[in-house]
């Protein structure tokens, strides 16, 4: 039986740095039908994550990612340990209806359209009709689905679905938004915004759980990291502890005369003994490259595809003075 304790069941707003989640000796064994152990998906976990940080759990497939996802949701129990979510055990209600969650996949009412589906979810937090569609309008337009917004989710691409699936988990202004693969489906641009919002979301005080394999997307938002293998946490802490290499150091400067950088490179050779020292030319990596190309030939030409860029931009800012943090 999971450890549990019992809490109020209301509690102040926490300040910056209050801790948000807290995990400890987390585990979850699944069974077969005969009570048998099956496989043990979570193993011994433990962490926090506090109020405005963009906290990452890594790992392959299969590692416990998921599985941890729906432990801090309430939707398993775990086998043994201790969750508490805003001071209260995940399945309280109060505890929920501060929570946004995006699965993995997006599971949504095919024949309704993208306005009636953020209403939909919005009744469910007993919001009021003219806040809900207020909501509704500012979060399509910030997702890039307004000028779709009566087609039916049917019809969506995946790409698409991700993003009525993202606005759905934002439509309660949560104070904690998990996010399982979010960028999956999307194209770079899709992606840029998606990592866009969730800085902005933490600019706000929102706290943000990511679950990822694309490395890149942790790197790009994360505070910190947890990296599971076998449902055991491998690695934790910030992307600058775990990958700084403090026996090397870089130099960067301007475009030298040729016979300056050999003087110079003289003197560190020198003074590098028969460690190597390297010169070479810095560059961008491939999605800064790509978002320049498409924000150039955004000048000239038009697309028939989702709207993205700069006006999501404008509306993740309108969405950060428009409802004020809980």
């Given at each position: ?180 693969e979010p960028t999956s489906g999307l194209d770079p641009i899709g992606c840029r915004e998606v990592k866009d919002l969730i800085l902005a979301l933490a600019r706000r005080g929102k706290t943000v759980i990511l679950s990822s394999h694309l490395l890149a997307d942790v790197e790009d938002v994360c505070d910190r990291v947890v990296i599971y293998y076998g449902g055991r ?94």
């Amino acid at each position: 039986m999971p450890v549990t304790e019992t809490k109020p069941e209301t509690a102040p707003p926490l300040p910056a740095g209050e801790v948000v989640v807290t995990v400890r000796g987390l585990t979850k064994v699944f069974k077969d039908f005969w009570g048998r152990p099956k496989a043990r998906a979570v193993d011994n976990v433990e962490f926090e994550v506090r109020r405005g940080e963009v906290f990452g759990l890594l790992g392959p497939n299969g590692s416990g990612k998921s599985t941890t996802v729906k432990l801090l949701l309430g939707l398993l129990h775990p086998t043994r340990g201790y969750i508490e979510v805003f001071g209260r055990p995940p399945r309280n209600v109060a505890t929920k209806e501060r929570i946004g969650y995006l699965p993995e996949e997006s599971y949504l009412y095919r024949y309704l359209d993208s306005a009636e589906t953020l209403d939909f979810f919005g009744n469910l937090f007993h919001l009021p009709p003219g806040e809900r569609a207020n909501r509704a309008r500012q979060l399509l337009e910030m997702v890039g689905l307004n000028q779709v917004r009566r087609r039916t989710v049917g019809e969506f691409s995946k790409g698409m679905q991700r993003r009525i699936g993202l606005a759905q988990a934002l439509i309660n202004d949560p104070d904690l938004v998990i996010l399982d693969e979010p960028t999956s489906g999307l194209d770079p641009i899709g992606c840029r915004e998606v990592k866009d919002l969730i800085l902005a979301l933490a600019r706000r005080g929102k706290t943000v759980i990511l679950s990822s394999h694309l490395l890149a997307d942790v790197e790009d938002v994360c505070d910190r990291v947890v990296i599971y293998y076998g449902g055991r946490i491998q690695a934790m802490g910030s992307l600058r502890e775990l990958l700084a290499t403090p026996d090397r150091l870089r130099i960067t400067t301007p475009a030298l005369p040729r016979p300056t950088l050999e003087r110079a490179l003289d003197i560190l050779r020198q003074e590098a003994g028969d460690r190597e020292v390297l010169l070479d030319t810095p560059t961008q990596n491939l999605e800064s490259y790509f978002l320049g190309v498409v924000e150039r030939a955004k000048q000239t030409e038009l697309t028939s595809g989702a709207i993205s860029g700069a006006r999501g931009r404008r509306c993740a800012a309108a969405l950060d003075t428009a409802t004020p943090g809980r």
